[in-house]
């Protein structure tokens, strides 16, 4: 099933490196458009991107894109979380889960969530072409038995971007969060059907 889109950061970056975010010019329209609104934040988790598909009664684990490849130790926390029988009974036909697997050895702080394993935590969920609602993502994190990512807050772009900036104590433990992913309260789309969604890390700020 598709790979996860790309979340668009806030700002636009320079185009040499260190390649900084240019505070102010918005990377799309969009943000910019809407940056009064109430969105809803979410903390980012630092880990890597995994996609748990379920097509024709199959049950396969994939990477942020199809060529990646997913740690053995992650592999083996995957099929010990997700089995074909938990997930035909909950769904009816195919079904992606997408989420983050975080942990000891996965990217450079990843014994900030947990110092001798690692686990998955729940982001979206796609069936056929429709994206879950907050509650239905909860809800068959639930059911599975797994976490989800939480909901840190709600407020303007500016919110969300002072937030990180400052920085604020993981969910996971007393450290500073990577950052935020923000989304319109109301989900949105943009005119090619893209989802309205950006990222604020925090490290951009330091």
Not at 168 to 184: H, L, N, T, Y
Request: proline fraction near 2%; hydrophobic fraction near 35%; charge should be neutral.
């Amino acid at each position: 099933m598709n790979e996860y889109h790309k979340i668009q950061s806030v700002f636009k970056r320079e185009s040499e490196r260190p390649c900084r975010i240019i505070e102010g010019q918005y990377s799309l329209p969009e943000f910019e458009y809407l940056k009064d609104n109430i969105w809803t934040f979410t903390e980012k988790v630092d880990g890597t991107n995994i996609r748990i598909i379920l097509k024709d009664g199959q049950l396969k684990f994939g990477g942020k894109t199809d060529n990646a490849s997913i740690p053995v130790f992650l592999y083996d926390k995957l099929n010990a979380i997700f089995s074909v029988d938990k997930l035909t009974e909950k769904f009816t036909g195919d079904v992606c889960l997408y989420g983050e697997g975080y942990g000891a050895k996965i990217q450079k702080g990843g014994g900030n969530y947990i110092s001798n394993g690692v686990d998955f935590v729940l982001f979206d969920v796609k069936i056929s072409n429709y994206w879950l609602n907050r509650d239905a993502i909860n809800e068959i994190a639930d059911y599975l038995n797994i976490k989800s990512v939480p909901i840190i807050g709600e407020g303007t772009l500016q919110d969300a971007i002072e937030m990180t900036r400052k920085g604020f104590k993981s969910q996971w433990g007393d450290f500073i969060a990577e950052g935020i992913v923000a989304r319109p309260k109301t989900e949105l789309f943009t005119r090619n059907g893209n989802r309205i969604i950006t990222k604020i890390k925090y490290r951009d700020f330091k």
